[in-house]
């Protein structure tokens, strides 16, 4: 038989939170409060879960404990879901069909709310004044930028001067001879904290902010952008990504 704690986290995770807080509520009672909640509810999935707590109460003192456990396993569900959210990122037409935020929008709003560190992978970069500005601000207020743009000198077949000129930054570039034979530094990327990202198609340019086709994922997911930054700095200790030299 699985512990009370393992019980606890399967159901919180398993039923919604008003469930968790009637079945939380009976159990303060022990195992008397649960056979009443399961005497008077209709849903299956709640009676079954009364009857999985009762088995696993030694004793009715084991009640409060079990609310315990069951309320905050229920917290961490909603933290743990709040702080891994997908969200769809567009530019371009709109439609009939509602698909979350504008990426000009989202993108101001990653580079303002970030405290530590910004990281930026394009290809091209000629962005609008209000990011430049927003980046600025950041990097005026301690947060470390890292800029990760394609170089005419790594890649002949891209003729752009990366911009940022006056931006307090560390630059990063692939150099050419770390590249396969026409290889391009295509990915468009920008992680906040190591606990937001930003993956899409958009470069740092005015057209992919406002007029170009582009869709994007945001990922609130501190794992998946602890990976992302993860892999970029070990290509960078690797020397695969390097400062300009």
Same mark, same amino acid.
């Given at each position: 038989?699985?512990?009370?704690?393992?019980?606890?986290?399967?159901?919180?995770?398993?039923?919604?939170?008003?469930?968790?807080?009637?079945?939380?509520?009976?159990?303060?009672?022990?195992?008397?409060?649960?056979?009443?909640?399961?005497?008077?509810?209709?849903?299956i999935a709640v009676r079954a879960a009364c009857r999985s707590l009762r088995s696993?109460?030694?004793?009715?003192?084991?009640?409060?404990?079990?609310?315990?456990?069951?309320?905050?396993?229920?917290?961490?569900?909603?933290?743990?879901?709040?702080?891994?959210?997908?969200?769809?990122?567009?530019?371009?037409?709109?439609?009939?069909?509602?698909?979350? =935020?504008?990426?000009? #929008?989202?993108?101001?709003?990653?580079?303002?709310?970030?405290? $530590?560190? %910004?990281? /930026? &992978?394009?290809? *091209?970069?000629?962005?609008l004044k209000s990011l430049s500005d927003a980046l600025a601000a950041a990097a005026?207020?301690?947060?470390?930028?890292?800029?990760?743009?394609?170089?005419?000198?790594?890649?002949?077949?891209?003729?752009?001067?990366?911009?940022?000129?006056?931006?307090?930054?560390?630059?990063?570039?692939?150099?050419?001879?770390? =590249?396969?034979?026409? #290889?391009?530094?295509?990915?468009?990327?920008?992680?906040?904290? $190591?606990? %937001?990202? /930003? &993956?899409?198609? *958009?470069?740092?340019?005015?057209?992919?902010?406002?007029?170009?086709?582009?869709?994007?994922?945001?990922?609130?997911?501190?794992?998946?952008?602890?990976?992302?930054?993860?892999?970029?700095?070990?290509?960078?200790?690797?020397?695969?990504?390097?400062?300009?030299?």
């Amino acid at each position: 038989m699985i512990s009370l704690e393992t019980l606890a986290a399967e159901l919180a995770e398993r039923l919604p939170s008003t469930d968790i807080e009637q079945i939380a509520h009976a159990c303060r009672a022990g195992r008397a409060g649960l056979r009443v909640l399961e005497a008077q509810v209709a849903g299956i999935a709640v009676r079954a879960a009364c009857r999985s707590l009762r088995s696993h109460l030694s004793e009715d003192s084991d009640g409060p404990y079990a609310a315990g456990l069951l309320l905050g396993a229920a917290h961490a569900n909603r933290r743990h879901k709040a702080a891994h959210r997908v969200d769809v990122v567009w530019t371009g037409p709109a439609s009939h069909v509602q698909t979350s =935020r504008l990426t000009s #929008a989202v993108v101001d709003e990653l580079v303002n709310s970030a405290q $530590r560190e %910004i990281m /930026l &992978v394009s290809y *091209a970069s000629h962005p609008l004044k209000s990011l430049s500005d927003a980046l600025a601000a950041a990097a005026n207020r301690g947060v470390e930028v890292t800029l990760l743009l394609e170089q005419p000198a790594d890649n002949p077949k891209f003729h752009s001067i990366p911009d940022f000129f006056d931006l307090s930054a560390t630059r990063l570039r692939w150099p050419f001879e770390f =590249r396969e034979s026409g #290889a391009s530094l295509h990915a468009k990327i920008i992680v906040v904290d $190591r606990m %937001i990202a /930003l &993956v899409g198609s *958009a470069n740092l340019t005015s057209y992919a902010f406002e007029k170009n086709l582009e869709c994007g994922i945001l990922l609130r997911d501190p794992d998946y952008a602890r990976a992302i930054a993860s892999h970029l700095g070990s290509l960078r200790e690797a020397g695969i990504l390097a400062e300009p030299g």
